[in-house]
């Protein structure tokens, strides 16, 4: 079993950053995907990133690239979200997820794929 913290979350000016976090629990961390997700209000849950088990390979959708960076630490059980140059429109409850799939894009950008995922924190980004 996996459970799955964010953090990092809060209220920020349009251009600002923010930086998430996703603590993991268990010895399996390493070896999982990982992905974020984000929900708007009255909005489907979306992909945002994913990073495969080394780190080595990341996916974006095209509305973040260049702006948000995804990655992992391992040795720590966490990973991460930072995000610049934020927009209004990134506004969002984001989620990040785990497990152990094989890594594509199609696979790594599917909600369905994963069967860990955390509670959420809210970004805000106002104008």
């Known amino acids: 079993q996996v459970q799955l913290v964010e953090s990092g979350g809060g209220l920020v000016q349009a251009g600002g950053s923010l930086r998430l976090s996703c603590a993991a629990s268990?010895?399996?961390?390493?070896?999982?995907?990982m992905g974020w997700f984000r929900q708007a209000p009255g909005k489907e849950r979306e992909f945002v990133a994913a990073?495969?088990?080394?780190?080595?390979?990341?996916y974006y959708v095209d509305s973040v690239k260049g702006r948000f960076t995804i990655s992992r630490d391992n040795a720590k059980n966490t990973g991460y979200l930072q995000m610049n140059s934020l927009k209004p429109e990134d506004t969002a409850v984001y989620y990040c997820?785990?497990?152990?799939?094989?890594?594509?894009?199609?696979?790594?950008?599917?909600?369905?794929?994963?069967?860990?995922w955390g509670q959420g924190t809210q970004v805000t980004v106002s104008s």
């Open positions: 997820a785990a497990d152990f799939i094989n890594w594509t894009t199609a696979q790594a950008s599917r909600a369905r794929s994963y069967e860990y």
């Open positions: 990073i495969n088990w080394s780190g080595g390979s990341t």
């Open positions: 268990g010895r399996t961390f390493s070896r999982f995907v």
